[in-house]
Antibody
């Protein structure tokens, strides 16, 4: 079954760090923009970050810029989100989602399909 | 950032009803709009991209329309499995942004 599987979520103290992983199986991600989207409890969807297949383009939401770092390992069909200086505002389910096919150095922004099942990050003092 | 405004934020409908959900962008985004369905406790699922292109496997009772700043998702003949929350998303430019969601509930 083609799927994205996130891992690495959990409980972390305010100011702490955490790294999320997303591994793809049964679908190609090395040729696609990969993305992180989060959803705070009871709230809507918020785009967090995107990284193109060549890593030539990386984008962040203002709310996480300077604190989160996205990376990918195409050989391992995986993408990562390293989160630092976490606050309660970062408490959310974090989803990994595949974006457009793009192997050039400049890619159009993506819609998201498919999505992983999500991993919960809880930040508490 | 482009702001996406959905309306209504919630609605009550019966099985078999026709439902329209609207999404307005704060500036023109051509047809760079997607719609997602999210059932409780589940990940979002892509329904429509390019404002009107139905994703493979999505029932034909779902349809999308619009361009520029005003968009509509229509469900023709609501089924029990369609009671969920729906989100629009613009992908014309970064930062990517979502609407606030429309919860479709059973009347």
């Amino acid at each position: 079954e083609a799927q994205l599987v996130e891992s690495g979520g959990g409980l972390v103290k305010t100011g702490g760090s955490l790294t999320l992983s997303c591994e793809a199986s049964g679908l190609a991600v090395d040729t696609h923009t990969m993305n992180w989207v989060r959803q705070a409890p009871g709230k809507g969807l918020e785009w967090v970050s995107s990284i193109t297949s060549s890593r030539a383009e990386i984008y962040y939401a203002d709310s996480v810029k300077g604190r989160f770092t996205v990376s990918r390992d195409n050989a391992r069909n995986s993408v990562f989100l390293h989160m630092t200086s976490l606050t309660s505002e970062d408490t959310a389910v974090y989803y990994c989602a595949r974006g457009r096919y793009c192997v050039s150095s400049s890619c159009l922004p993506p819609w998201f399909d498919p999505w992983g099942q999500g991993t919960l990050v809880t930040v508490s003092s | 950032a482009i702001r996406m405004t959905q309306s209504p934020s919630s609605l009550s409908a019966s099985t078999g009803d026709r439902v329209n959900i609207t999404c307005r962008a704060s500036q023109a985004i051509s047809s760079y709009l997607a719609w997602y369905q999210q059932r409780p406790g589940k990940a979002p699922k892509l329904l429509v991209y390019g404002a009107s292109s139905l994703q493979g496997g999505v029932p034909s009772r779902f349809s999308g329309s619009g361009s520029g700043t005003d968009f509509t998702l229509t469900i023709s003949g609501l089924q029990s499995e369609d009671f969920a929350t729906y989100y629009c998303q613009q992908y014309a430019t970064y930062p990517l942004t979502f609407g606030g969601g429309t919860k479709v509930e059973i009347k």
